[in-house]
């Protein structure tokens, strides 16, 4: 029996994928246990560290992310939606594995002119870390496309549990950060070798035919391109307060900030497992022209976000200096106003995710970009008129104002793209 890259949903020797609630769960599951082991990577270094080197850890991430933002391109999103088979995977995997090299090239001269001392190791070795993070993540996209999430929740608890476990035990060890990262990379490496480009799609994915040519890469190139774009700008917006902080405070209120904004990722981890195993289901309605069931879903989806933002801000006021000591340190809990703005702004980012989901299920990747333009002025603006007078809460104030630019922007888009011509 043969069976053609490039024609969905078929898979060659696969199993039948599960349903759309099925799908949520494993993908609920998946990203549940990754974010909790990326929220317990800090816990476990600000209770065996100081809050400075869980500041250096997060500035790490701050500026590594968004160039490997850029240099992955969203091509999962692009695979994912791509229902007619355009491109060949091979294309997407190659033009990933390409990405990947610039990108590092990039967090190593970010490292080399941006930071000095240890900290400069540090960005490079989180560098490695997003290299074999997006190495994986190209055959995500072919698992999606699929809507074969099981494999990747499977994916996603194997690389969460084994990294948080490398980097505790090598910190717990030697109380070197670079170390732990270091540890943390091998992890993901080894996963990536071993399950998720072999196990995960073994008898999935058949060689095309013919050689792979150049033209075909520039054009997906082009095609994505916009929508790395996006992917930066929209982590540039996050992290810009991070920025902000590092700059007009110090490296250990970043730290206390960047470890009270990870207690959001249980509600990123909902928006991020429907938000992906919808987004097959999105494209196909949006395609077909079926715009009032693809609307309803969206308008749900939106409504979701909010809410989940309201509950977490309430929480926040109820029960978060409890929370904060058992998690963290004393100074960590003397930050409760600002867990509770971060609450509240996420409930907003989450809307505007959901909105941008459903935009990139349209495949309207350009229309992104001055979204996130205007996400990041007004995060930019915001942070540079509030933190130096209102600190950490200014920095939750000027996540707040980027996420409703975002939100405000992609309902926008997204209502254009509904009411144009087909």
């Known amino acids: ?5 490039s024609a969905p949903p078929a898979i060659c020797g696969a199993a039948k994928a599960p349903s759309l609630r099925g799908n949520f769960g494993w993908t609920a599951a998946g990203n549940a246990v990754n974010a909790a082991c990326q929220w317990g990577t800090l816990s476990v270094l600000a209770k065996l560290t100081s809050s400075d080197v869980v500041g250096q850890y997060a500035l790490a991430v701050a500026v590594a992310t968004p160039v490997f933002m850029l240099a992955q391109l969203n091509l999962r999103s692009v695979l994912a939606t791509d229902v007619t088979g355009s491109h060949e995977f091979r294309d997407y995997r190659r033009l990933r594995f390409l990405s990947i090299l610039a990108g590092f090239a990039a967090t190593l001269v ?16 989180m560098g490695l870390v997003q290299s074999a993070e997006w190495a994986s993540d190209i055959y995500f996209g072919w698992l999606q496309l699929h809507e074969r999430m099981d494999r990747i929740a499977v994916s996603l608890m194997l690389r969460g549990i084994g990294a ?4 505790s035990a090598v910190m ?7 170390l732990a990262v270091a540890a943390s990379f091998l992890v993901r490496l080894m996963l990536y070798a071993v399950y998720d480009s072999g196990i995960a799609v073994r008898g999935m994915i058949e060689p095309a035919p013919g050689k792979p040519r150049w033209t ?15 992917m930066m700008a929209l982590s540039l917006a ?29 509600g990123g981890m909902v928006v991020n497992a429907l938000g992906q195993t919808v987004t097959p289901r999105l494209a196909k309605l949006f395609a077909a022209g079926d715009f009032i069931p693809f609307r309803r879903m969206t308008v749900r989806l939106v409504g979701l976000g909010l809410a989940m933002g309201a509950g977490g801000a309430a929480l ?5 200096r409890r929370i904060l000591l058992l998690l963290f340190r004393p100074e960590y809990a003397d930050q409760v106003n600002v867990l509770a703005l971060l609450s509240a702004a996420s409930g907003i980012g989450f809307a505007a995710q959901f909105a941008g989901y459903a935009i990139t299920a349209a495949r309207r990747f350009r229309e992104q970009v001055p979204i996130q333009a205007a996400s990041i002025a007004a995060s930019a603006a915001t942070a540079y008129l509030l933190i130096p007078r209102a600190g950490l809460c200014g920095a939750a104030l000027s996540l707040a104002a980027a996420y409703v630019a975002q939100a405000a922007a992609s309902w926008r888009v997204l209502r254009g793209a509904l009411e144009a011509p087909r």
């Open 1 to 5: 029996m043969s069976c053609a890259v």
């Open 164 to 167: 948080l476990a490398a980097l």
């Open 216 to 230: 075909d890469q520039w054009r997906l190139l082009r095609t994505a391109l916009p929508l790395g774009v996006v």
């Open 172 to 178: 717990w060890l030697t109380r070197k950060l670079l």
């Open 238 to 266: 996050s992290n810009v307060p991070r920025y902000f902080v590092a700059n007009r405070m110090s490296t250990s209120a970043l730290g206390i900030f960047a470890a009270l904004a990870s207690l959001t990722s249980a």
């Open 316 to 320: 926040a006021w109820i029960a978060g």
């Open 110 to 125: 970010c490292a080399w002119a941006g930071a000095s001392g240890g900290a400069g190791w540090i960005i490079a070795a």
